[in-house]
């Protein structure tokens, strides 16, 4: 199935050879991401980027790719400069903006703001974040960078055990990364997080019914054991109601050198969507670890240019010209 056109708010919308084209394409990418060429098949495009919720990364990596395959960026963050503080609803927004736009990425903390927005506007509608719902984008991300850290060692994925340790529930990323891992084979997939903070039933019957081992703990050491891939993420304190207290989990599930070492395998894999948690006492991922080869985070965060490139050029019909459009810098 084509991407061209298409909205793109779940990881349900891939297969594996959807996958495989999109990362073929960021590999060709790769050295307009860096600025060693230069690569111009959006010029003429405008992206509208919609973050009603805080971000570096998304945004960032977003307007960069964008802006480096030759297209134009407007950017509105927060929700106080838009006319929706003057009691326009999202889909008049949306509406409006799609007359302005190419391609919209929109970030927003409502689960469901982003199906609004895609079933009111003409354009593509790229998920930067929904809520504690799915971050597709930064699971393309995080699954080119696994397949790259594992080619450079020579593994393979089938068969490895992967351990998703922290805010589970919450974490956007993970339920978006389990829906792609799932995809593949022989997995083990490790849950490790406080019982009251656990990866959706939905998700893992999913996992388990294509074949995937799954277990679940609150106990790292245990989780963690024998560990291929580890992925760490925050607790995701913004995302509790009112009723519930977001408990300091951090000692229990904190990643740092000495459970790495002591109960991982060798050549882990250590990841983490960031940002890390760096206010005292709740690093969920210790700057112990920062000089460790190990540590794919910021090769993550390098990997979002060209995967986000890739699928800007796909969802806008110019995939087949980024080849014969690729010149020298
Ligand atoms: N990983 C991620 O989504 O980071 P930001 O919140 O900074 O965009």
């Known amino acids: 199935m084509s991407l061209t056109g298409k909205h793109i ?8 050879d959807m996958l495989e ?3 073929l394409l960021a590999d060709l990418l ?31 990596s977003f307007d960069s790719a964008f802006l480096r395959l030759g297209g134009a960026v407007s950017d509105t963050t927060g929700v106080t400069v838009t006319s ?3 009691g326009e609803s999202l889909a008049d927004t949306s509406r409006v903006v799609s007359g302005y736009f190419d391609v919209l990425v929109v970030r927003h903390p409502d689960e469901q703001a982003v199906h609004e927005i895609a079933s009111a506007t003409h354009v593509p509608v790229l998920n930067g974040g929904n809520g504690g719902g799915e971050h597709p984008t930064q699971a393309l991300l995080d699954l080119y960078t696994l397949r790259s850290e594992f080619a450079r060692m020579g593994k393979s994925l089938k068969g490895s055990r992967i351990a998703l340790i922290g805010d589970l529930r919450h974490g956007r990323t993970v339920h978006s990364l389990l829906r792609l891992l799932s995809l593949y084979e022989g997995l083990t997939i490790v849950c490790v997080s406080p019982p009251s903070l656990p990866m959706p039933r939905e998700l893992l019957d999913r996992a388990a019914r294509r074949g995937h081992r799954i277990e679940e703990t609150d106990n790292a050491s245990v989780g963690l054991k024998d560990a291929d891939v580890v992925y760490a993420t925050r607790i995701q304190k913004e ?21 790495v070492n002591g109960v991982c395998k060798p050549e882990v894999v250590i990841m983490h969507p960031l940002p890390r948690d760096s206010t005292a006492g709740a690093n969920d991922l210790s700057n112990d670890l920062d000089q460790d080869v190990r540590l794919a985070i910021f090769r993550q965060t390098d990997a979002g240019i060209p995967t986000r490139m890739a699928l800007f050029a796909s969802v806008l019909g110019v995939a087949h010209q ?4 690729l010149r020298d810098a």
């Open 84 to 86: 929706i503080t003057k």
């Open 239 to 259: 995302r509790f109601t009112s009723t519930e207290t977001a408990f300091d989990y951090s000692a229990d599930f904190r990643v740092d050198g000495a459970l």
């Open 21 to 23: 084209e999109l990362f």
């Open 30 to 60: 790769q050295p307009v991401a860096r600025g060693h060429r230069v690569c111009r098949v959006l010029e003429g495009a405008v992206l509208g980027s919609l973050f009603f919720e805080a971000s570096t990364r998304t945004r960032l």
């Open 9 to 16: 708010l779940s990881c349900d919308l891939f297969d594996r």
């Open 322 to 325: 980024v080849g014969s459009s």
